[in-house]
C-alpha cells in the first residue's frame, strides 16, 4: 500500500523569508506526485506535479518541489513568500500503472505567513 | 470557464437521514472521482467513475454509500442511513481523460455535511 507523510501540521513563517514543506512517500511501485493548495473556502489547486525526466519541478505562484528517490521525499519550496501563500498544502502519490488516477494524499501542512 | 461545482455547500441533516450530493464537473470531462476529507485529515479516495459508470468504488465505507453518474457527467453521491461519522467535507474532482495517473484532476469546493 502507498502512503504519504507531511512532517509539519502547521508551518508559521514571516513575509519575504523562504519556506520548505515536507512530504515523504511510501510505495514498492512506481508513483507520480502532486502538490495541491487548498486555499480558504476553495477548491484544491494543482500547484505542480513530478511525473518523470528532471527532478526539480517548477510551478505556479514560484513554487518548486524536488523529487529525491532515494529519500523519497518530494518537498516543496518558494524562496519569498507573500502573504497570499496562506493556505494548506497538500501532498499527493498516484500510481503510475494499474489505477484509475485516485489521489493518495498527506495530511496537510497549514502555512501561514506573517506580516 | 466554469469550474467543478458542488451543491449544496453545506448541509447538516439528523442520524439515521438519507441525502444526495450533486457534483458538476468541467464539461467535457469523462473522469469523475469523489474524496472524502475528515477534520484534520487529507482527502480520501471514494469512487471514481469512467464516463457513466463507476470503474472503482474500491473507497467506499460500506453499502450505506452509493453513487450514480447516469449521463456521463453530473454525479450525486448517495449516503443511507447517516451516521455522525460520516460528518466531513465531501470533494468532487474531475479530468479529462479517462482515468490517467498523469492527468491533473480539477477538485470542487466541496460539500459540508454534518450528522447531528
Known amino acids: 500500500a502507498q502512503s504519504v507523510t507531511q512532517l509539519d501540521s502547521q508551518v508559521p513563517v514571516f513575509e519575504e523569508a523562504p519556506v520548505e514543506l515536507r512530504c515523504n512517500y511510501s510505495?514498492?511501485?512506481?508513483?507520480?506526485l502532486f502538490w495541491y493548495v487548498q486555499y480558504p473556502n476553495q477548491g484544491l489547486q494543482l500547484l505542480l506535479k513530478y511525473l518523470s525526466g528532471s527532478t526539480l519541478v517548477k510551478g505556479i505562484n514560484g513554487f518548486e518541489a524536488e523529487f529525491n528517490k532515494s529519500q523519497t521525499s518530494f518537498h516543496l519550496r518558494k524562496p519569498s513568500v507573500h502573504i497570499s501563500d496562506t493556505a494548506e498544502y497538500f501532498c499527493?502519490?498516484?500510481?503510475?500503472?494499474?489505477?484509475?488516477?485516485?489521489?493518495?494524499f498527506g495530511k496537510g501542512t497549514k502555512l501561514s505567513v506573517k506580516p | 470557464g466554469a469550474g467543478v461545482s458542488q451543491t449544496p455547500s453545506n448541509k447538516v441533516t439528523e442520524k439515521g437521514k438519507y441525502v444526495e450530493l450533486r457534483c458538476d464537473p468541467i464539461?467535457?470531462?469523462?473522469?469523475l472521482y469523489w474524496y472524502r476529507q475528515s477534520l484534520g485529515q487529507g482527502p480520501e479516495f471514494l469512487i471514481y467513475?469512467?464516463?457513466?459508470?463507476?470503474?472503482?468504488d474500491s473507497g467506499l465505507p460500506n453499502d450505506r454509500f452509493f453513487a450514480v453518474r447516469p449521463e456521463g457527467s453530473v454525479s450525486t453521491l448517495k449516503i443511507q442511513r447517516t451516521e455522525r461519522g460520516d460528518s466531513a467535507v465531501y470533494l468532487c474532482?474531475?479530468?479529462?481523460?479517462?482515468?490517467?495517473?498523469?492527468?491533473?484532476?480539477?477538485f470542487g469546493p466541496g460539500t459540508r455535511l454534518t450528522v447531528l
Open positions: 499527493a502519490v498516484s500510481l503510475a500503472r494499474g489505477s484509475q488516477g485516485n489521489l493518495i
Open positions: 467513475f469512467q464516463g457513466t459508470g463507476a470503474a472503482d
Open positions: 464539461s467535457g470531462h469523462t473522469a
Open positions: 510505495s514498492s511501485v512506481s508513483v507520480y
Open positions: 474532482a474531475s479530468s479529462p481523460s479517462y482515468g490517467h495517473s498523469t492527468d491533473t484532476q480539477y
